[in-house]
């Protein structure tokens, strides 16, 4: 005779089993069906990126071999029409640590929301309008080491109004956005992080804006953003960016320039500027790769720099150059490698892209090459 715990734990297994195969069974994975209100889907999709690679820094006792991830995703995204051209949406996206076989549940872009002739409103987390500037259509080495965002943005940051305070290159819980439709190639989207983190004295917020005009092989894009009370009560930091690119047959042109703007303390500002010049070329099956970037010295009258910037008057320039090729093998898998090293000045640490060196130190510069594969699904 079965005891009243073990009877418990086979009923939720029977129950778990039940649900999984009614759910593997039902169409609603990939494709439309019907329901009461219209027509709805369910899509799973995502992409796993990872590869072998070897980094270094000046002044290490020799270089770190590892297997690395490079953001991979697991998304699921629904959508329902609501009839008169309404849609209803949902997402939730998750980091997937391939290496290691963990990552947060609904930790990348998630939300909710209203899609129709006037636009669409997200709540939830997700990226800045800011990051689309540049992240995905100008750098040609998006998630990976050989990317650009250590420098640009002035690193990555998933972090709450006032958290990693430095950071211009953010994906942003609590977060409210709208999307404009898109009108002779001309979109905009602006977003609002609401002040949840606010205390007796400070009341953080952050607002980000994107203005993009996309149409056949020319793209152009321009965004601000300012964070509030992120440093101190009463701060302001703002930042803008330009991008643009352009494609001649199978050579695509690519560029991006930002400003980032810092009141540390009152009366005390850190300017930094920074651009990126990249060029993708296609030759067959493959893709050419390659990327400069360059961190301006920092000026203004700070006495201390903020993230990876370096005080004012200080050597605090820096700059990245990447190289790489990929390989397709079908409109989903790719086989890649790539080169880069990051040349810091005496008083500035940017670090490699998404998967930096552990306890980097001022004037380091690291390097890294790899070779990995991408699978989209």
């Not at 209100?37 to 799973?44: I, Q, R």
């Not at 990317?147 to 994906?171: C, H, K, Y």
């Not at 790489?324 to 640490?349: I, K, M, Q, V």
Request: charged share 15%; aromatic share 8%; with cysteine.
């Amino acid at each position: 005779m079965q005891s009243p715990s073990t009877q418990g734990v086979i009923q939720r297994a029977a129950c778990f089993s039940a649900c999984l195969a009614a759910l593997c069974s039902s169409p609603a994975i990939g494709q439309t069906t019907a329901n009461a209100a219209g027509t709805s889907a369910l899509t799973v999709y995502g992409f796993l990126k990872v590869n072998v690679e070897q980094v270094g820094a000046s002044g290490m006792s020799g270089p770190l071999r590892r297997l690395s991830n490079n953001q991979s995703v697991l998304g699921f995204r629904a959508v329902e029409a609501l009839g008169d051209g309404l849609q209803a949406w949902a997402q939730i996206e998750s980091n997937v640590k391939v290496d290691t076989g963990d990552g947060p549940w609904g930790g990348r872009n998630t939300g909710i929301g209203l899609r129709g002739s006037a636009g669409e409103i997200l709540l939830g987390q997700w990226e800045t309008p800011l990051r689309f500037v540049s992240v995905y259509a100008i750098d040609p080495f998006t998630a990976s080491v050989f990317a650009s965002n250590s420098i640009l943005g002035n690193g990555f940051a998933t972090a709450a109004n006032g958290v990693s305070p430095a950071s211009f290159d953010r994906r942003q819980p609590n977060l409210i956005q709208w999307s404009s439709p898109v009108l002779q190639g001309v979109s905009a989207r602006i977003a609002y992080a609401v002040p949840e983190e606010k205390t007796a004295s400070t009341s953080p917020d952050l607002l980000s804006t994107l203005l993009s005009y996309q149409a056949g092989p020319l793209y152009l894009a321009w965004g601000h953003e300012r964070h509030r009370d992120y440093l101190r009560a009463g701060s302001l930091d703002t930042a803008d960016r330009l991008a643009a690119a352009y494609s001649f047959g199978p050579t695509r042109l690519r560029a991006t320039w930002e400003q980032l703007r810092y009141q540390p303390g009152p009366g005390t500002q850190l300017k930094r500027n920074a651009w990126q010049v990249a060029v993708t070329h296609n030759i067959g099956s493959g893709q050419l790769r390659a990327s400069w970037v360059q961190g301006e010295a920092s000026t203004g009258n700070a006495s201390k720099g903020l993230g990876s910037i370096g005080a004012p008057g200080t050597d605090s320039a820096a700059h990245q150059i990447a190289l790489g090729y990929g390989h397709t093998l079908s409109a989903r898998t790719e086989l890649w490698g790539g080169w880069t090293r990051l040349s810091n000045g005496a008083n500035s640490s940017y670090n490699l892209s998404a998967n930096g060196i552990p306890n980097l130190k001022p004037g380091q510069d690291p390097y890294a090459w790899g070779l990995g594969m991408t699978h989209k699904f």
